[in-house]
């Protein structure tokens, strides 16, 4: 028999989140492998996968469709009415092209921002107003059409039909028969069959898939479960029918529709008709502001040599030819824009004081020093340019910042004033079902008793973070052990190794944004973060590739300790100190951490860190940068070379004198990724661009790229007289440090901050633990680990006094005040209180005074008051605690009573001095 096309125009990927069961590599590829010559995408809802099935698809010489079964409501989409008992029918939208796309971005993010209850929905009128380019199925057994026929009123079900095609045109709405093998399915087909008959419209055959073969229907059914929160055990469990959900074959689709040939055929015409072409080689920058007349480059370039003189006391020859280098690279890749824009958010962080700093590769471009954007000069610290923007790498370079985390919200606020609420958004994320956590999860599916459960998870190794359960099977020989010979946790293992890696829940990234200039819709479906804001529904690489810029905000509490530390400094002691007249080569600072007190200081705080900062006795801040670079998994065992290298107990070797000039900062230890590429560079003659791309084919061990860069790399040795061995030498002793080695600017500016933490606490002990406490106040381990600390230091903390000024840690000359609002059931509310009423009227002079004072404003619980005597902060009132704790409850009655009776307007019979004393007889 002559094979019949066909082509999946109703399919689910995981992303119809723990309903579908088909990762959406692994669905590609088998459409791949089935030989189909286009697939659509139509995940419940939302369009999370869209951009990675898109890229997926082309790269397998598949025509992706994408699409999406959205939920129709009943009548109005932001009603919440349950018309027939439910609240929503659903219907398969498919986009034929870029206009049809940008309609599904609209029609999905009106669905979640206006339309969510119980589901993300639409209605026919947000339809007709964005049908065009679109091209609609009438949906599963669960559609309107359908729900209809199976209510026996086909006159419902016939005039749906039609308005449907009145709404779209008869040549583009199309009827869906299905067949699962379920009878409810025959007697739907039979209908939509006479419908279609009798208003002109055409069938069409698809197969609703939700995993990729009839196997997995069990561990889908499982997978149902995981998401109801069921077991398999319970009889009234979700569960689909029939096994026949899968990818099917264009022979068993015609086997399953042996009287509907033409309806199989009309997949392959509405896939011919579906031609979307999206574009990954363009960018939707935000305008910066810049001044009439000047191009976004020339701006950038005045601003930056304004900098470059500004903020370097001596610039040299090295700084002028780098800044002009930076500054052709930035204008051949057109990221001029990106960099002013990012200069904006900085230049506003600096106006409010608020102090933040850079991570990662941006803190290598001068231009970004000179602007204002980082505080670290590249030149000075031998910072790659290359690891920030390589003109041979076509991709938006990454700038992630970090802000005192308590200011974070400011930032974001700013940005989207400037921008607008509808250009800026937060970022999607998911979490995926990983082995440890999808064995958990499909061991209680099982009915597997938790103790089992934790049993088995716990085989699988902690630190082998990407290791696979055929990996855990193969490597781990107790884990594999009990797969052989328990047969209950056999089940398991089996079901989790279908569902390891999909997608598990979606969430708002930590802390990446993203703007742009045309209203994020035009690129994205949103819908709403649980505070009420904007995320994406893609995640941050599809938004990278569609050419979105992504930022990341990220809030530090170090760097929020490091302001609060500067405020105390200025109150306690009356000095303006700046982060920026910090010297860097301070003695005391450097004999701090030679002494390895470092317990609050930023990054070398661990035990571990400890012990190594000691032996090493730092003398720079970049002998704190290949510490932070090296205490890690791998370098790690590098450390004590290093150290021995440094205080001359170990000889300094190179396998060729070229390399020490590349290695001597570190005594002859590859440490940075930075070193890495000059080596390439040196040895190999590549050049910083293509040194970078060697670096990332080893990274993403892309073997094609390293066989033809290893060649290139020998034999740029060769042709400077480098023998073939000790080439070959050198390229084995960098292969794994471009791996694992550390971004040099990264480590830079986390040293630099490390060493002015470091520097506050060895000159401002009382005000940098101050700061700490603050920061801590909530974080019950580390605030003791910082109280143990001031305890070492000699540092004496105050416990909380309701007749100090302080809500929270404060110092008090060399002393520090517990804050109130930092005891237990007090808060920052009651405390400032509190604190507002005895500025108002003056000390609390006894317990009755202060309840009927403080009763007055705020309703200070017993709790409340009770937590106040226990810590100590009666005591400069009434030093027997617990003389104060068996009256409180009944001087606080009183003080209600009184406050009552103000209320109530016999207060008159009372002035406000004699009425405490009447009504709380009991003074201690």
């Known amino acids: 028999m002559q094979r019949r096309p066909f082509v999946h125009l109703h399919t689910h990927s995981e992303y119809s989140l723990l309903d579908g069961a088909a990762r959406l590599d692994l669905l590609v590829r088998r459409a791949a492998e089935l030989e189909m010559p286009a697939l659509a995408l139509t995940d419940h809802g939302v369009m999370y996968g869209a951009i990675d099935f898109y890229i997926a698809c082309r790269a397998a010489g598949i025509k992706p469709i994408i699409g999406i079964e959205v939920y129709v409501a009943p009548d109005w989409h932001k009603s919440r009415s349950r018309a027939g008992g439910r609240s929503y029918r659903h219907l398969t939208l498919l986009a034929a092209n870029m206009e049809g796309y940008r309609n599904l971005l609209k029609l999905t993010t009106y669905a979640w921002l206006e339309g969510f209850h119980e589901k993300p929905r639409i209605d026919r009128e947000l339809l007709a107003a964005h049908r065009g380019g679109l091209i609609v199925l009438s949906g599963c057994i669960s559609g309107e059409i359908s729900a209809a026929v199976l209510d026996e009123d086909y006159a419902r079900a016939l005039e749906t039909a039609a308005a449907y095609r009145d709404i779209l045109g008869a040549d583009n709405f199309y009827l869906e028969l299905q067949n699962h093998g379920l009878e409810q399915q025959q007697k739907v087909n039979a209908a939509l069959r006479r419908i279609a008959s009798e208003l002109g419209l055409q069938t069409v055959c698809t197969n609703d898939v939700h995993y990729l073969t009839s196997e997995d229907a069990y561990a889908h059914e499982v997978l149902l479960c995981i998401g109801t929160?069921?077991?398999?055990?319970?009889?009234?469990?979700?569960?689909?029918?029939?096994?026949?959900?899968?990818?099917?074959?264009?022979?068993?689709?015609?086997?399953?529709?042996?009287?509907?040939?033409?309806?199989?055929?009309?997949?392959?015409?509405?896939a011919d008709r579906c031609n979307l072409e999206l574009a990954f080689n363009r960018t939707d920058l935000p305008k910066p502001d810049v001044p009439e007349g000047m191009t976004p480059q020339q701006y950038l370039a005045k601003l930056a040599y304004e900098g470059l003189h500004r903020r370097i006391a001596r610039v040299t020859d090295a700084h002028e030819k780098r800044l002009a280098h930076e500054l052709s690279v930035i204008e051949q890749t057109g990221f001029a824009e990106y960099m002013l824009i990012v200069r904006d958010f900085a230049s506003f962080a600096r106006e409010r004081g608020i102090h933040f700093g850079v991570r990662g590769s941006a803190a290598g471009s001068l231009t970004s020093y000179c602007i204002e954007i980082t505080d670290v000069d590249p030149v000075h610290y031998d910072l790659t340019f290359e690891r920030f923007l390589n003109p041979e790498r076509a991709e938006m370079p990454d700038i992630d910042m970090d802000f005192e985390d308590t200011r974070r919200g400011e930032v974001l606020e700013y940005v989207t004033r400037k921008y607008g609420r509808d250009h800026v958004a937060q970022i999607a994320t998911f979490g995926t079902l990983q082995p440890k956590q999808v064995l958990k999860d499909a061991a209680r599916a099982l009915g597997m008793s938790v103790a089992q459960s934790e049993r088995l998870a716990g085989l699988i190794p902690t630190q082998s973070k990407h290791l696979t359960l055929e990996e855990a099977l193969e490597k781990v020989s107790a884990f594999r052990n009990i797969y052989e010979t328990d047969e209950e946790a056999r089940r398991v293992v089996d079901v989790a190794r279908r569902l390891q890696g999909i997608a598990r829940h979606a969430s708002v990234h930590a802390a990446g944004v993203v703007i742009s200039k045309a209203p994020l819709v035009?690129?994205?479906p949103l819908q709403r973060t649980g505070d009420g804001g904007l995320q994406t529904q893609y995640p941050a690489p599809a938004l990278a590739k569609i050419g979105l810029l992504k930022m990341d905000f990220l809030g530090l509490i170090n760097l929020?300790?490091?302001?609060?530390?500067?405020?105390?400094?200025?109150?306690?002691?009356?000095?303006?100190?700046?982060?920026?007249?910090?010297?860097?080569?301070?003695?005391?600072?450097?004999?701090?951490?030679?002494?390895?007190?470092?317990v609050g200081v930023f990054q070398l705080e661990s035990p571990g860190m400890r012990r190594y900062?000691?032996?090493?006795?730092?003398?720079?801040?970049?002998?704190?940068?290949?510490m932070v670079a090296l205490y890690r998994p791998g370098p790690m065992d590098q450390i004590p070379l290093f150290i021995a290298a440094k205080h001359g107990r170990s000889e300094v070797r190179y396998l060729h004198p070229k390399l020490e000039p590349l290695l001597s900062e570190t005594y002859g230890v590859i440490v940075y990724q930075d070193q890495v590429l000059t080596v390439v560079r040196d040895i190999g003659q590549f050049s910083m661009g293509q040194a970078d791309l060697f670096r990332r084919a080893i990274s993403k061990k892309i073997e094609e790229d390293l066989g033809r860069m290893h060649g290139q790399f020998v034999q740029g040795a060769l042709a400077q007289g480098i023998s073939k061995e000790t080439a070959e030498r050198i390229y084995d002793l960098i292969k794994p440090f471009a791996n694992y080695g550390f971004n040099k600017a990264h480590a830079v500016c986390y040293a630099l901050l490390a060493y002015r933490t470091a520097y506050l606490k060895a000159h401002y002990p009382v005000e940098y633990m101050a700061a700490l406490l603050a920061c801590y106040a909530d974080k019950p381990d580390k605030l003791a680990v910082a109280l143990a600390e001031c305890k070492r230091m000699g540092i004496p903390v105050r416990h909380p006094d309701v007749n100090a000024d302080t809500s929270e840690f404060a110092p008090e000359g060399e002393a520090i005040r517990f804050g109130l609002a930092d005891v237990k059931n007090v808060g920052k509310a009651a405390a400032t209180a509190i604190i507002e009423e005895r500025r108002a009227r003056g000390?609390?002079?006894?317990l009755r005074d202060f309840c009927v004072r403080v009763h007055g404003t705020s309703n200070i619980t017993r709790t409340a008051l009770e937590s106040l005597i226990k810590c100590g902060a009666f005591d400069s009132i009434h030093p027997n605690r617990k003389a104060l704790l068996h009256i409180a409850g009944e001087v606080l009655a009183a003080a209600q009573s009184h406050q009552r009776i103000r209320a109530s307007g016999a207060a008159a019979l009372f002035d406000d001095e004699a009425a405490p004393d009447l009504l709380c007889p009991v003074e201690p």
Not at 257 to 267: G, K, M, Q, S, W
């Open 229 to 270: 929160r069921a077991t398999m055990r319970d009889p009234d469990h979700m569960r689909y029918e029939s096994d026949q959900f899968f990818l099917k074959t264009a022979e068993e689709m015609a086997q399953a529709f042996p009287d509907d040939a033409d309806a199989i055929a009309r997949t392959v015409e509405i």
């Open 522 to 524: 035009e690129h994205t």
């Open 560 to 598: 929020s300790i490091l302001s609060r530390c500067l405020e105390f400094v200025r109150q306690n002691r009356g000095v303006e100190l700046r982060v920026e007249d910090i010297p860097l080569d301070d003695a005391a600072t450097f004999d701090l951490l030679g002494r390895g007190e470092t």
């Open 843 to 846: 000390p609390y002079r006894s």
């Open 613 to 626: 900062i000691k032996a090493l006795r730092p003398t720079s801040v970049q002998d704190l940068a290949a």
